[in-house]
């Protein structure tokens, strides 16, 4: 059974930075797909930012420039390093797996595992 968990959310004023992680466990990692979304309140769930199993990275356009997502595969562990984070940035970030591709995914239905969430608020 493949399980994601986030940390590193919380409160942080406009200009600052946080570091989200996402810590898998399972048969499950390396050679897979992964990314953020997030889901602001009332809003639809929309990706961050995704990576390949070998690199490759996409990043949606408000926050290029400003996020990284990496992975460390020794440590099963995806990040979302966030920077100069703005109030437009508050939500629920959600990491996210795939089960079968390696590639870098940009569509929900693409994702098979989903974490339960960690909460940035950004205040102005």
């Known amino acids: 059974q493949v399980q994601l968990v986030e940390s590193g959310g919380g409160l942080v004023q406009a200009g600052g930075s946080l570091r989200l992680s996402c810590a898998a466990s399972g048969s499950i990692f390396s050679t897979n797909g992964m990314g953020w979304y997030r889901q602001a309140e009332g809003k639809a769930r929309e990706l961050v930012a995704a990576?390949?199993?070998?690199?490759?990275?996409y990043y949606t356009d408000s926050v290029k420039g400003r996020f990284t997502i990496s992975r460390d595969n020794a440590k099963n562990t995806l990040y979302l390093q966030m920077n100069i984070l703005k109030p437009e940035d508050t939500a629920m970030y959600y990491c996210?797996?795939?089960?079968?591709?390696?590639?870098?995914?940009?569509?929900?239905?693409?994702?098979?595992?989903w974490g339960q969430g960690t909460q940035v608020t950004v205040s102005s």
């Open positions: 996210a797996a795939s089960r079968t591709s390696g590639g870098v995914l940009t569509t929900l239905h693409q994702y098979d595992y």
């Open positions: 990576i390949g199993s070998v690199g490759g990275t």
